[in-house]
């Protein structure tokens, strides 16, 4: 099928113009902004960041009062390990976010958007800022757009590389210039947002899908995909695979298709292990889990893990499991912002237990008192980041539990003794 979201020479105005761009716009500000929001519903369209909630229905919480500030906000901060997708629409079809961001801005009656990209995006936003004024210039951004007298302005803000600002209260202190730290909820963004006004925040990717959605119906997206995971997804493939990257696909598609008929398969030489299919926070499967999983919200949710940011991380067989996790490890534990006991002190306590089990200064005790951490963190913070850090935990000792036992009993990793061992590599097989 066509893609929607990547499609190709569309970067710049002309382009994407030429190619349909902005006409979704024009379409949305003739019709009644309730309209454009049951269609959205309709739609089936879910959050792409990672949460998967239905986008209409957010957009409908929105309250509709006269004399109310409202606010349209694009979650651009792409931190998770793994993920990769959001810079591909940024830098290949930067206006379809743009237009997306505008018929948002019109359905809820907001003026204002606000792209909130992470900080290290520099080229990506400068890319952005020169997308805004040639689509300003053209009269599809600013005041009284295609003479229908609607006005929405819209400002790229640049982050500072916090990982929690993904998070979006977090992002929104953020972007008001306090310390980017989550907000209790309720109130929730779509009451009390930027500002104290209602605000709704959606993803890049979420986002960039609006003016095809508005263009060819709800009833359109809905029809593709797999039951109420609808539309197309994108999902980027790092790992051992011959042709890592991102690639748009309909939701429900099969990780094995996604692995061996777009990736290619595994590299020469190498075996699969496991898959963490939602980026780095969603528990781990093994090569068995991975063999006839659909990529969609309900089939990943049944098989134990989640359809999250769609960063799909392939592990081969030379990969150690305990090293691997005391990697996230260290990066949740660094990303943490500190405002939650059980994140802050349990995403530390778990970093130490794995330094020393793969110093070979571990006991069999500590396998417990890993996964007992994490059991105590799930649910119990402000934000999911604790549970970002948990989840992974758990599904890692839960099913890789013999090389943990390993290091701990034997002091060392068994799996690179194993593989020192080895005069030439197995030959390679996908799944």
Known sequence: MENILLKDNVADLESYFASGGYKPLKKALALNPARIVEEVKKSNLRGRGGAGFPTGLKWSFIPQHAGCLRYVVCNADEGEPGTFKDREIIRKNPHALIEGMAIAGFAIGANHGYIYIRGEFSAEAVLLETAIAAARAKGFIGKNILGSGFNFELFVHRGAGAYICGEETALLESLEGFKGQPRLKPPFPAVKGLFA??????????????????????????????????????????????????????????????????????????????????????????????????????????????????????????????????????????????????????????EKILNRLEEGKGSPGDIDTLYSVAEGMISRTICPLADAMAMPVMSFVKKFRGEFEAHAAGKTCALRTALAGKSEAEPGSAI
């Open 197 to 350: 006004s209602p605000t709704v925040i959606n993803n890049v990717e979420t986002l960039a899908a609006v003016p095809a959605i508005v263009e060819k119906g709800g009833d359109w997206y809905a029809s593709i995909g797999r039951g109420k995971s609808a539309g197309t997804k994108l999902f980027c493939v790092s790992g051992p695979v011959k042709k890592p990257g991102v690639y748009e696909l309909p939701l429900g598609t099969a990780l094995g298709d996604l692995l061996e008929k777009s990736c290619g398969g595994m590299k020469e030489g190498r075996r699969l292990k496991a898959v963490i299919p939602g980026g780095s926070s969603t528990p781990v499967l093994t090569a068995e889990e991975a063999r006839d999983v659909k990529l969609d919200y309900e089939s990943l949710a049944a098989a134990g893990s989640m359809l999250g940011s769609g960063a799909v991380i392939v592990i081969d067989e030379s990969q150690c499991m305990v090293d691997l996790l005391r990697v996230l490890a260290r990066f949740y534990h660094h990303e943490s912002c500190g405002q939650c006991t059980p994140c802050r002190e349990g995403c530390g306590w778990i």
